[in-house]
Nanobody
Framework: QLQASGGGLVQPGGSLRLSCAAS????????MRWYRQSPGKERELVAT???????DYVDPVKGRFAISRDNAKNEVYLQMNSLKPEDTAVYYC???????????????WGQGTLVTVSS
């Protein structure tokens, strides 16, 4: 399972760091991602990181957000800087992983953590 944390209330221009820990019978984690969903909108991809550290971002967060991971801890992070009110959303972590005893990869989601950017 995935457990996300780190959300909260922050003023515009502020920063937050989200964390997500994967636990259980994990053999290998391939790509990890952060998604977000604002009220009344569909869930959207925010950032992706491959196992070897290659990253990709959607245009609205480029230069402000940074995704990273610790493969030894099975964790992924999202450092969010220069936050704007439009970044307000529930943020979800995602992992594409395989379990011991299986060669299949499956998609897993965290429970979401709320980020509110407001003065």
């Amino acid at each position: 399972q995935l457990q996300a944390s780190g959300g909260g209330l922050v003023q515009p221009g502020g920063s937050l760091r989200l964390s997500c820990a994967a636990s259980g019978n994990i053999f290998n984690i391939d790509r990890m991602r952060w998604y977000r969903q604002s009220p009344g909108k569909e869930r959207e991809l925010v950032a992706t990181i491959s196992r070897d550290g290659r990253t990709d971002y959607v245009d609205p967060v480029k230069g402000r957000f940074a995704i990273s991971r610790d493969n030894a801890k099975n964790e992924v992070y999202l450092q969010m800087n220069s936050l704007k009110p439009e970044d307000t959303a529930v943020y979800y972590c995602y992992a594409h992983l395989s379990s011991y005893g299986s060669d299949r990869y499956s998609d897993y989601w965290g429970q979401g953590t709320l980020v509110t950017v407001s003065s």
